[in-house]
């Protein structure tokens, strides 16, 4: 199976700062079949970007995907208040599907 | 408005069985791939089962292979979870997710707000 690995562990930022979060494959993700995940505490996860890239329904441009291969990266581009959360990267290009460890982004 | 609202979580002994049930509106089921990740207490995220539209396609994760069966009722609207041989390790918060599309290789585009599984004597 994929193994991946998130960096950070931990982010420690100001509101406003530039958030960049990396997910590293084991294996090339075929397809760039790469998602990214937000998750507050009690919330179930929410869906991010997906393919990489594109940012799913609903969700603010200060979000951006961008990678191929093994090498993924998660940007925010200003954290807003609301963005302090967890992040998961998922691959579900291989079976079986996997997720990352995760990135807490933290008000510093 | 999707929703999936995930029941039959609780606390069980080791060896014991429990049903988890996912019921879900808003759209169009039988479209849709749908599947089961846990995540147990301050951890991350896990996937553990995925079924396609029709039933067709269905996969496990090792953790749980042998002891887990994931399926649908697609005129009921419902997926489903029977796990068996229940262990410690299976504590967790159980989500239900849909996929992005009609096979399982697909981003998970909404989720449930999970049900509880604790296994412990």
């Known amino acids: 199976e994929i193994v991946l690995t998130q960096s950070p562990g931990t982010l420690s930022l100001s509101p406003g700062e530039r958030a960049t979060l990396s997910c590293r494959a084991s294996?090339?993700?075929?397809?760039?079949?790469l998602a990214w995940y937000q998750q507050k505490p009690g919330q179930a996860p929410r869906l991010l970007i997906y393919g990489a890239s594109s940012r799913a329904t609903g969700i603010p441009d200060r979000f951006s995907g961008s990678g191929s291969g093994t090498d993924f990266t998660l940007t925010i581009s200003r954290l807003e208040p609301e963005d302090f959360a967890v992040y998961y990267c998922q691959q579900y290009g291989s079976s079986p599907t996997t997720f990352g460890g995760g990135t807490k982004v933290e008000i510093k | 408005e999707v929703q999936l609202v995930e029941s039959g979580g609780g606390l069980v002994q080791p060896g014991r069985s429990l049903r988890l049930s996912c019921a879900a509106s808003?759209?169009?089921?039988?479209?849709?791939?749908m599947h089961w990740v846990r995540q147990a207490p301050g951890k991350g995220l896990e996937w553990v089962s995925g079924?396609?539209?029709?039933?067709?396609?269905?996969g496990y994760a090792d953790s749980v292979k042998g002891r887990f069966t994931i399926s649908r009722d697609n005129a009921k609207n419902s997926l489903y979870l029977q796990m068996n041989s229940l262990r410690a390790e299976d504590t967790a918060l159980y989500y239900c997710?849909?996929?992005?599309?009609?096979?399982?290789?697909?981003?998970?585009?909404?989720w449930g707000q999970g049900t509880l599984v604790t296994v412990s004597s």
């Open positions: 997710a849909k996929a992005g599309g009609a096979l399982p290789t697909n981003p998970f585009d909404y």
């Open positions: 808003g759209f169009t089921f039988d479209d849709y791939a």
């Open positions: 294996q090339s993700v075929s397809s760039s079949y």
């Open positions: 079924i396609s539209w029709n039933s067709g396609s269905i």
